[in-house]
Structure formats: structure tokens, C-alpha cells
């Protein structure tokens, strides 16, 4: 079975400073993986996604995973945060040889921006 | 803005009622998914629907059940409620094929009491 483990549970960051959001998959080859941010009463919306091919996946609002299929990690970061970048973050698996909408996610990382 | 609304965006119910909430998909969407987030937690894959059928279930008892209906709108409906299921409910639309993306709508807030 595929699981997630998102380590931090909060991670609190000055504006400006640059974020990495940890996250750990389980899953027996290389599976579907992808970053969501939730705002307070929002659903989810997808930062970025990785299928196949270059491991490091650009995605929306200045963010960037890489796949260390070594490491079965897919961290997320972000050169300079903004206040905006306040939210909860998910790092959720999927299988590629299943459905794309059967995702697994993590627990969830709650980032505060100090300004 | 996904393009994905769900109703309502608040419900309070009793344990041991029934109750049923809606999702529209996104325009060209054939396929939804419904998740359950509790408090804390991430989401959970709850079913899927394609072209009105179940074809994929998470870890969730028969009193969680479904409907999509041909113009890809959606219903969950759970019955017996008990307290757990306070949570709340995710809807995700797609486009089936290789590399789809979910769009999720804002999600319906449950509270059992």
C-alpha cells in the first residue's frame, strides 16, 4: 500500500527567507506525486505534479519539487516566501498504473510567514 | 477559481441522519472523486465515478455511497451518521487520460452531533 509521510508537522519562516517542505513516499515503483496548498475553508489547489522525465518539477507561484527516487522524497521549496505562501501543504501519491485520482496524501505541513 | 462547486458549504446534523451533498464538475470533466479531511488530517479518497459507474473505493463502509449523474454532476450521500464523520468533504473533477489533474471545489463542511 502507498503512504506519505510529511515530517513537519509546522514550519514558521520569515518573509523573504527560502522553504523546503519535506515529503516521503512508500510505493513499490515510481509513482505519480504531486504538491497541493490549502488556504483556511478552501479546497486544495495543485502547485505542481511529477509523471516521468526531469526530476525537477517546476510548478505555479514560484514553487519547485525534486523526485530522489534514491531518497523515495519529494521535497518542496521556494527561494523567497511571501506572506501569501501562508497555508497548509500536501504532498500526495498516486499510482500511475491505476487512477491519477486515487490519491494518497500526507498529514499536511502548516507554514506561517513572519513579516 | 476550478470550477468545481460543491453544496452545501455547511451542514450540521444529528447522529443517525442521513445526509447528501452535491458537486458540479468542471465543464469537460467525465470523472469525480470525493475525499473525506478531518480535522488535521490530509484528505482521504473516499470513490471515484467514470461515466456514472463506481470504479474505485477507499477504506469506507457501504453507508458511504454515490451517484454521478449524465451531465457529471455528483452526489455523496452517507447515511447512520455518527460522529466521526464530521469532516470535511472534498470534491475533485477530471478529464480521464494520462497525466489528468484533479480540481477540487471548496468542499463541504460537515458537523455530526
Known amino acids: 500500500a502507498q503512504s506519505v509521510t510529511q515530517p513537519d508537522i509546522h514550519i514558521t519562516v520569515s518573509e523573504g527567507a527560502s522553504l523546503e517542505l519535506r515529503c516521503n513516499y512508500s510505493?513499490?515503483?515510481?509513482?505519480?506525486l504531486f504538491w497541493y496548498v490549502q488556504s483556511p475553508g478552501q479546497g486544495l489547489q495543485l502547485l505542481l505534479k511529477?509523471?516521468?522525465?526531469?526530476?525537477l518539477v517546476q510548478g505555479i507561484k514560484g514553487f519547485e519539487a525534486e523526485f530522489k527516487r534514491s531518497q523515495s522524497s519529494f521535497n518542496l521549496r521556494k527561494p523567497s516566501v511571501h506572506w501569501s505562501d501562508a497555508a497548509e501543504y500536501f504532498c500526495?501519491?498516486?499510482?500511475?498504473?491505476?487512477?491519477?485520482?486515487?490519491?494518497?496524501f500526507g498529514s499536511g505541513t502548516q507554514l506561517t510567514v513572519l513579516p | 477559481e476550478t470550477g468545481v462547486t460543491q453544496s452545501p458549504t455547511h451542514l450540521i446534523k444529528t447522529r443517525g441522519q442521513q445526509v447528501t451533498l452535491r458537486c458540479s464538475s468542471q465543464?469537460?470533466?467525465?470523472?469525480v472523486s470525493w475525499y473525506q479531511q478531518a480535522l488535521g488530517q490530509g484528505p482521504q479518497f473516499i470513490f471515484q465515478?467514470?461515466?456514472?459507474?463506481?470504479?474505485g473505493r477507499g477504506n469506507f463502509p457501504p453507508r458511504f455511497s454515490g451517484l454521478q449523474f449524465p451531465n457529471y454532476s455528483s452526489e455523496l450521500n452517507v447515511n447512520a451518521l455518527e460522529l466521526d464523520d464530521s469532516a470535511l468533504y472534498l470534491c475533485?473533477?477530471?478529464?480521464?487520460?494520462?497525466?489528468?489533474?484533479?480540481?477540487f471545489g471548496s468542499g463541504t463542511q460537515l458537523s455530526v452531533l
Open positions: 511529477y509523471f516521468s522525465g526531469d526530476t
Open positions: 510505493y513499490g515503483a515510481t509513482p505519480y
Open positions: 475533485a473533477s477530471s478529464f480521464s487520460g494520462p497525466g489528468e489533474k484533479l480540481f
Open positions: 465543464s469537460g470533466h467525465n470523472t
Open positions: 500526495a501519491v498516486g499510482a500511475p498504473s491505476g487512477s491519477a485520482r486515487q490519491l494518497t
Open positions: 465515478y467514470y461515466r456514472e459507474e463506481e470504479n
